[in-house]
């Protein structure tokens, strides 16, 4: 057996206020399709992804329903698990930072620190952000005021209140003992750290934004809380419990199994970290690019290699969000467009990395044009005439007459796919470029329809049935093989190359094709080899991939 290369993927743990939506989704449809992608060229994969369940917000949330924090968390979870279902997202873990795994690494975690002398008691005077579960400092909410005054905005609330430099909602006066991490000795060590590893941070704007952020200095960050008891309570401090964004972001290494010491728990840990990429929204891209990474270091653990952090999805040019009422539910757009029409969409229409506006207008438009009439019409037609020109079976042809049937009607099809079409998607793919990798598997969807217009195997059945005499060279019967071949061992590709991203219709393809479960597939880039296609098998034409949608049929 060969070992592997690892690759550990995460997505951000969602805060379980709100039930999962469009931004939520994306993250984690990302991270799916690139979890799928590796896992089909032979990488082993661990995704994780879960649930950030503690924290004052949620506490909150929970009182104004009348519940207690824990029936409240334990109500959301199956939502989120249900939502991933229904897009068919393959997590290898789910975890809660409720779970007493969790618990047990955050506690080890913080006793760690302490022991190295990274945190100190001392009292926090100064502003939160409930919403956002974040500390702002005296500096910060006099810039953001500055740049409040220059727009002729307010900056504070009715009340007096200065307003979140992030969520422009109010802020929250505390004054409390808390315990504080000496993030400030991190903050050479980190720049270092950037300079060094170039692939941190990305995109290039977003290091940017960290390093400047870095370079205007860091403070210590309080990491605990004493005036409420909805998080993990720090063992050497009777009373504190820790701050909400340290208890998230440990997941990350608690899930693999940190602070436990069963051989079990170790040999994961030892195995999956550090993570490849973690995915993140361009939100939070401090609690992961400055925080996370001195907190490691303060535990002497190793960094991830890549932070990615992606842009927002937008509708009407402002960021999607519940509180905005602007949020399109995601249940209602699988139901109109299928979770592959959904994975496909938001892969496909915006780049990953930048903001991107969505609407449902455009969604059903890139849905009809690329998959009912490219792809799903494609498939379609290639099924169809298989049954009716060769009942059905895949066609078998020398090696002698396909060579002569390439020279004298040329096959581009082939040459396209031999001529690097899987290095260019991988290229794109390991890139994080959805929607390059996209745009190469939709170059062949586009050559393989041409080519049937081109090559119209209805007039070679036509010739081939009149055909009278055998020559001696290929005749036109090999030739409407040849053709059928072409346009059947693209879709057999196509399927490989869509599977990461629409793994219902690219495994239905293959049945059709005869062959095996797509699902299986780990070595993609020997399957995108031209020529795979094996004789004899059976095809079956079945229904329509993709139906095509009028706006009337969608359900809102
Ligand atoms: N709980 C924290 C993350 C802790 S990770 C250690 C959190 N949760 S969240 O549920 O509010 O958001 C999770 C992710 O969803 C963020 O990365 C955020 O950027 C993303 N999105 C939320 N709304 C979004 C859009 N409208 N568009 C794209 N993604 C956005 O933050």
């Known amino acids: 057996m060969t070992i592997k290369d690892t690759f550990y993927i995460t997505t951000p743990i969602y805060y379980v206020n709100a039930v999962p939506h469009l931004g939520t989704a994306y993250t984690t449809v990302a991270s799916d399709a690139l979890a799928r992608f590796m896992r089909s060229n032979s990488r082993d994969v661990w995704f994780l992804t879960g649930l950030d369940e503690h924290g004052q917000k949620i506490e909150q949330a929970a009182h104004a329903k009348g519940k207690t924090a824990q029936d409240w968390v334990d109500e959301i979870a199956p939502k989120f698990k249900h939502a991933w279902q229904a897009l068919n997202i393959t997590y290898d873990d789910f975890i809660r930072t409720t779970e007493p795994r969790h618990f047990k690494g955050v506690q080890r975690f913080f006793e760690e620190l302490y022991k190295k002398d990274y945190i100190y008691k001392d009292t926090y005077r100064g502003y939160y952000c409930v919403p956002d579960e974040t500390f702002f400092s005296d500096e910060q909410l006099a810039e953001f ?15 007096g209140s200065p307003l979140c430099p992030d969520c422009t909602r109010p802020l929250e006066y505390m004054e409390e003992e808390n315990l504080f991490f000496k993030l ?8 270092d750290y950037y300079e060094a590893h170039p692939e941190f941070i990305q995109p290039e704007i977003r290091r940017n934004e960290v ?38 972001l440990l997941n990350y290494i608690t899930a693999l199994g940190y602070g436990s010491d069963a051989p079990e728990d170790k040999e994961r840990f030892a195995q999956y970290w550090p993570a490849q990429v973690q995915f993140i929204g361009k939100d939070i891209i401090r609690f ?37 009422g602007n949020a399109m539910d995601p249940n209602t ?60 079976i895949t066609p078998e042809l020398s090696d002698n007459t396909t060579l002569l049937l390439s020279e004298a009607m040329g096959n581009p099809l082939a040459q396209l796919v031999d001529g690097g079409l899987h290095r260019r998607y991988a290229t794109a793919f390991e890139a994080v470029d959805f929607l390059g990798a996209m745009d190469v598997v939709m170059e062949l969807v586009d050559a393989a329809n041409l080519y049937i217009e081109q090559s119209a195997p209805w007039a070679l059945a036509k010739a081939a049935a009149g055909e009278s005499e055998v020559s001696d060279g290929p005749t036109q019967a090999d030739r409407l093989s040849f053709v059928l071949y072409n346009i ?39 399957l995108c080899a031209w020529g795979g296609l094996a004789p004899h098998l059976k095809t079956t034409i079945g229904e329509p991939l993709f139906m095509r949608l009028a706006e009337d049929d969608l359900l809102v």
């Open 145 to 159: 005021a500055e740049e409040r005054a220059a727009e002729e905005l307010p900056s504070t609330h009715d009340d």
């Open 184 to 191: 400030s000795a991190f903050e050479q060590r980190l720049l």
């Open 211 to 248: 390093l400047s952020f870095v370079k205007s200095g860091l403070k210590d960050l309080s990491v605990s809380r004493t005036t409420f008891s909805w998080g993990v309570p720090i063992s050497f401090a009777p009373g504190h419990i820790s701050y909400v964004w340290v208890d998230a």
């Open 288 to 324: 992961h690019c400055v925080i996370w990474p001195a907190m490691l270091m303060a535990a002497g653990l190793e960094l991830p290699q890549t932070v990615f952090a992606h842009g927002f999805l937008l509708t009407k040019g402002e960021k999607m969000s519940k509180s905005k």
């Open 333 to 392: 757009l699988i139901e109109n467009f299928s979770a592959d029409g959904y994975r496909y969409y938001f892969l496909r229409d915006v780049q990953f990395g930048t903001d991107g506006s969505i609407s449902l207008e455009r969604m059903l438009q890139v849905y009809n044009a690329d998959l009912a009439n490219s792809w799903g019409n494609l498939c379609s037609r290639a099924l169809n005439m298989t049954a009716k020109y060769l009942d059905g």
């Open 488 to 526: 059947l061992e693209s879709i057999r590709i196509i399927a490989v190359l869509f599977a990461p991203v629409m793994p219902t219709s690219s495994a239905e393809v293959w049945k059709r094709l005869g062959l095996g479960s797509i699902l299986d597939v780990d070595n993609q880039a020997a």
